[in-house]
């Protein structure tokens, strides 16, 4: 009964360390920043990124169907499923393939 226990608890131990060790994934040409850039979220409007964001640099689109629209904000870009956001990029964090 006892080494029941102790095995038990050993087991314990050793899945507790497992949870903590972690490895760190380098990527080539990646520079983590310690901070994330605020940008619009998933389902919102384009008056409503108007609206917080202001007037993009450049709009392109809409193209195809459902109509896709791209907007572009410095260091961002917002993109769009008709009027709705699809999905926003932050350019400072993305990994580009070498030319």
């Not at 095995?7 to 760190?24: E, F, K, P, R």
């Not at 994934?25 to 919102?44: C, D, F, K, N, S």
């Not at 990124?49 to 709009?59: D, I, K």
């Amino acid at each position: 009964m006892r080494s029941g226990i102790f095995l038990l608890l050993l087991g314990a131990g050793i899945s507790m360390q497992a949870a903590n060790a972690g490895d760190t994934l380098v990527i080539p040409g990646h520079v983590a920043t310690a901070e994330t850039q605020m940008m619009p979220e998933r389902g919102l409007s384009m008056d409503s990124v108007l609206g917080a964001y202001g007037e993009p640099e450049n709009r392109f689109g809409p193209v195809g169907e459902p109509a896709i629209t791209e907007w572009v904000y410095g260091s961002f870009r917002v993109y769009f499923e008709d009027e709705t956001v699809l999905h926003s990029i932050d350019l400072n964090t993305i990994i580009m393939p070498k030319q």
